[in-house]
């Protein structure tokens, strides 16, 4: 599918919202790579260099230095109505009828980022006529870990210092929760009820404590010395990582239970004892296997993220997509509320100024270069490619279209749905700095 410029439409994203809007289509390509190579007019040579990138068959890669990867079907017979050809028509007018006009979105033009390291700085005209320039001031609202990867996050109490290590937040998504007999951890986003574990983490005490509605509290230890680790193979956004089963029965009935999916907790040990002076010691004892069937080929400062350490969300950004949301609901339907959480950041950011003239524009945080905090250096990698997981409620799990429609309608950036921004560590650096909420954040 292409947009009214004639650059094409990533089939992954056409597909989610078609999910959200209850619609089935195809994409992909179908099974047949040779078919696909002919009717997208790809050579050899682009079939090579894409495979070096990275694409597998059933991944989001749908295009690639502007050329279609894939395509989208949807099958029309003889029980499809005209009212099925009018939702699906209607699906196509709203969400992509005006793309061109979402492409490339970002923060508006006329808010600068001044090269000071401590603030950013935009300009106001006062009523003489003069130009006066107003600081904007950022600090940490919130901090929030997610040791599970897809579950619920745990959000660092008010005051209390956190490490930044160099893997990201300290035991940020050190575990994943794998099916029995599967290589690719499970996400929130096929099984929406990992919303409804809620970790919290006694650090002093070394200590995983996991809560669902219903079940026992269960407790983990985060030594890896005291766990019973099986080295297992496993796939994390295509790349091979080192991943340990923790064969432990109780931990797996426990998960399965909740879930209604028989699985287990695995974990990569290096994660937990991270930045730790002791860490190689607790790891002394890990047996790792060398075959090429587990050799690592994910970065090596990841942990079981997606794409970076640290993703950072903006209050200013997140209250703009529920204005919208709002605007666009019916005047008598009560305004839902999508806070910064629902996107699930590690870091959430806000202006301390009262005076709108310095206080963090919406999506300002697409022109930040670099992030300090601490001391700590961060370079920003990018924006966030968002998926239909955030339409899962974090507190109820429930499936909702918003906000990720209205994302898809209005944050758009190179063809791909994105809100927040992605934060590694500088290159080298193996420091361990501890931040908490209120400290302040230096851009530029």
């Known amino acids: 599918m292409r947009d009214p410029r004639g650059e094409y439409i990533g089939y992954a994203e056409v597909e989610r919202l078609a999910v959200l809007c209850k619609i089935a289509l195809r994409s992909g390509r179908f099974c047949n790579p040779g078919a696909a190579q002919k009717w997208l007019d790809l050579s050899t040579a682009d079939l090579i260099r894409y495979a ?23 099958s029309f017979g003889a029980m499809t109505s005209q009212e099925d050809i009018d939702l699906f028509v209607g699906f196509l007018v709203r969400h992509f009828k ?6 490339n979105a970002a923060a508006p033009a006329d808010i600068s980022v001044d090269s000071d390291a401590e603030t950013k700085v935009s300009e106001t005209a006062s009523d003489d006529g003069s130009v006066a320039k107003a600081a904007v001031s950022v600090e940490i609202d919130q901090l929030i870990v997610y040791p599970i990867k897809s579950c619920h996050g745990f959000t660092v109490p008010t005051g209390m210092s956190w490490d930044v290590t160099p893997h990201g937040l300290r035991f940020d998504r050190s575990f994943v929760v794998m099916r029995e007999n599967s290589t690719i951890p499970m ?18 005490n070394s200590v995983l404590v ?14 890896p010395s005291v766990l019973d680790l099986e080295q297992v193979q496993s796939r994390v956004c295509g790349d091979r990582m080192d991943v340990f089963r ?5 931990i797996s009935c426990w998960l399965s239970s909740v879930l209604s999916v028989p699985c287990f907790l695995a974990c990569e040990p290096a994660l937990l004892v991270s930045g730790l002076t002791n860490g190689s010691d607790m790891l002394r004892n890990l047996e790792r296997r060398d075959s090429a069937c587990f050799a690592r080929t994910r970065r090596g400062d990841l942990s079981f993220v997606n794409e970076s350490q640290i993703l950072l969300v903006t209050r200013e950004s997140a209250q703009q997509v529920e204005d919208w949301v709002h605007e666009d609901s019916e005047p008598s339907a009560p305004r839902t509320r999508f806070g910064p959480t629902q996107y699930r950041p590690n870091i ?3 202006s301390v100024g009262s005076k709108k003239s310095a ?11 670099h992030v300090s905090i601490a001391n700590k250096q961060f370079q920003v990698s990018g924006p966030c490619r968002r998926c239909q997981m955030i339409g899962v409620n974090q ?28 934060l590694d560590s500088l290159a080298n650096d193996s420091t361990v700095t501890a931040i908490a909420s209120g400290y302040v954040v230096h851009i530029s």
């Not at 923790?246 to 109780?250: D, T, W």
């Not at 963090?360 to 945080?365: S, V, Y």
């Open 52 to 74: 070096s990138l990275g694409v597998v068959c059933g991944d989001d890669h749908d295009v690639i230095e502007g050329n279609a990867v894939g395509a989208l079907r949807i």
């Open 98 to 103: 005006d793309y061109a006009s979402t492409v």
């Open 187 to 204: 996400q929130q986003k096929r099984y929406p009820r990992m919303a409804l574990i809620r970790p919290q983490i006694d650090a002093q």
């Open 210 to 223: 996991l809560h669902a509605e219903g079940s026992s509290p269960l407790k983990i230890r985060l030594d």
């Open 246 to 250: 923790i064969n432990s029965p109780e």
């Open 348 to 350: 959430i950011v806000r």
């Open 359 to 369: 206080q963090i524009a919406p999506f300002d945080e697409l022109k930040w270069s």
């Open 395 to 422: 507190e109820s799990a429930q499936v909702l279209k918003e906000p990720y429609a209205t994302l898809a309608r209005k944050m758009r950036i190179d063809g791909k749905v994105v809100f927040g921004i992605y």
